[in-house]
């Protein structure tokens, strides 16, 4: 019996297939459609099929499969080039798109107005040196397509922005006949890519005065450069045309408010906009995650994050490096676990925003260990990975290796450093005591790497000398800085000659202080207790009446300490916790057995208006002393305590801590208000500076 005979094949019908497969992304499907179209119409495949296979692949990004596909055809028309081209464009790979444009060519087969734009795209995204984008250009003009058609004449200002000739896109710009929405667009959102948000104000200004109507990209340009420049009043008056006009109802305009108000330090503005959205996605998410971060409102932040998981959002790479910058704000360390953990189940773990996220965590929580292993399996790194991995270090004092990450940074040629990376490798070295390495580099890092020293370089330098007893020296610096010295260089400069008993000097540091913050009662009692080691007692009583007399009235010291995800607070001479009877007898007991090891309360400058056995009871019952009561209470041996404090650990507090982590054999990490403290075996990391 005979086979039966195939089914002839229906051209259409394998066309809906191909486009089924592209609208579903799926590329099974779009290779059995091919396999069908091979076994009934080969050897002579319609060159309108082949087209439709090559914008399959390269819809899908298989450009092996495109290229394949494309060679098949033995008389590829334009539409087919195209297909490849916008494929390769659209997957950034543009290297393929050009070379294929510059075949097609070679062919003789003219570029029509969809060919083009994908060709410009490819162009924007070329090397930058590159002179293809203005060939293109020249070409487009030959065929009579500039300054004609918009969607060309808007692709080459695209590209023209994109590769930084930002002259030929205005001429470009001022030479088109009829600017459309989608021109203005292109010049408003890259000069908000570009750092220039007056240019995106006046841009859609110009698109207003020439009667055109913004659309949503419009929108959400302005408010991106209100966002960027802070432009908080001409923002909100927007927000009250986009609500008369009935944008805020779309959804990326609205992401666009919460972004904008949040980058305002508005962030009730920007929770309202978010409680009033109607369908939210996960860039709504997002934006108000880092809108609370942005604001130092981590608990917020956290809260949110926890809304759009019972929401049902499935953890982004953006959503959780958001998140986890919320963590390090609250040496939320378990936590960022947590949020390790979920990156790993959502197989984003090696996502190079997430994975630098998480070696910044780590870092600023204190976990070093786990910070240099995420480093060291990152596949990639950028400049914020080795930022955050010698910021770690920095954070701990931890020079030489701060100083070897820098080393390996340099001479991989890959990533040069920013100004941010050389405050990173100072500090260090101020906190390691490596003071001739971090001075020369200070020195040379102008000509090393073509960064201008800033305030923050200033700052640094000055806390180097002055942790090395050098503070005239640092003074001379901040007289001869080309800009005005801010709160941090006076304030390392007060910090230093309280260190090493230079009352005159500090006086100097704490009268400019004053004069930039007369209400931070930090500064106030810094001096007073640097009047005070140096036994000039009346001056420091001056000090703290003055304090008194003008209103400022010093922040109560804070501490506290997570256990079994409960966050517990503790202020100084606090009896309120639940187990204070446990904690006052544990106190009481470490103080004999650190007083037997040679334990002395320094009771100096903490308090010089009552009697010294009341002293030594005060500085006894410090919140950073009952937070560490109720860890050893309550967290196993072999567990870090970590205790986070609103100031600066006191000197009794600090010399206690170091007699309790030899005594008991446990590590201790407190985070002040200034740097991390790991205690262990008696020491500090910190050399006893801070």
Known sequence: MRPAAAAPADPLLLVAAIEAAISSRSPRLGRAAHARALRLLAPAIPPFICAHLVNLYSKLDLPGAAAAALASDPNPTVVSFTAFISGAAQNSRPLPALSTFAAMLRLGLRPNDFTFPSAFKAAAAAPSRSTVGPQIHALALRFGYLPDDPFVSCAALDMYFKTGRVALARRLFDEMPNRSVVAWNAVMTNSVLDGRPLETVEAYFGLREAGGMPNVVSVCAFFNACAGATYLSLGEQFHGFMVRCGFQMDVSVSNSMIDF?????????????????????????????????????????????????????????????????????????????????????????????????????????????????????????????????????????????????????????????????????????????????????????????????????????????????????????????????????????????????????????????????????????????????????????????????????????????????????????????????????????????MQAAGYMPDTQYALFDVEEEEKESEVFQHSEKLALAFGLICIPPGVPIRIMKNLRICVDCHRAFKFISGIVGREIIVRDNNRFHHFKNYECSCRDYW
């Not at 953006?318 to 390790?340: K, N, Y």
């Not at 090696?350 to 994975?355: G, H, K, L, M």
């Open 261 to 593: 108000y949040g980058k305002c330090r508005c962030v009730g503005k920007a929770r309202a906009v978010f409680d009033e959205m109607g369908v939210r996605n996960s860039v709504s998410w997002c934006s108000m995650v880092v809108a609370y971060a942005q604001n130092e409102a981590e608990e917020e932040a956290f809260s949110v994050y926890l809304g759009a998981r019972r929401a049902g959002e499935e953890p982004t790479d953006f959503m959780v490096s958001s998140v986890l910058t919320t963590c390090a704000g609250l040496l939320g360390l378990d936590l960022g676990r947590a949020l390790h953990a979920i990156a790993v189940r959502s197989c984003i773990d090696a996502n190079i925003f997430v994975a630098s996220a998480l070696v910044d965590m780590y870092g600023k929580c204190g976990g070093i260990a786990e910070a240099e292993q995420v480093f060291l399996e990152m596949p990639q790194r950028n400049l914020v990975t080795w930022n955050a991995m010698i910021g770690g270090y920095a954070h701990i004092g931890d020079a030489r290796n701060a100083l070897a990450v820098f080393d390996d940074m340099i001479m991989g040629g890959e990533t040069p450093p920013n100004y941010i990376t050389l405050v990173n490798v100072i500090t260090t070295c101020s906190r390691g005591g490596l003071t001739k390495e971090g001075y020369k580099l200070f020195e040379t890092m102008r000509e090393r790497f073509g960064i201008e020293p800033r305030t923050e370089h200033y700052a640094c330098v000055v806390d180097l000398l002055g942790r090395a007893g050098m503070e005239e020296r640092a003074y001379e610096i901040i007289q001869g800085m080309p800009m005005t010295p801010s709160i941090s260089v006076w304030g390392a400069l007060l910090g230093a000659c309280k260190m090493h008993g230079k009352t005159e000097l500090g006086r100097i540091a704490a009268e400019k202080l004053f004069e930039l913050d007369p209400q931070d009662s930090g500064n106030h009692v810094l001096l007073s207790n640097m009047l005070a080691s140096a036994g000039r007692w009346a001056e420091a009583t001056d000090v703290r009446k003055e304090m008194k007399q003008v209103g400022i009235k010093k922040d109560p010291g804070r501490s506290w300490i997570t256990w079994k995800n409960v966050v517990h607070v503790f202020q100084a001479k606090d009896t309120k916790h639940e187990m204070n009877n446990e904690i006052q007898a544990l106190l009481a007991k470490l103080k004999r057995q």
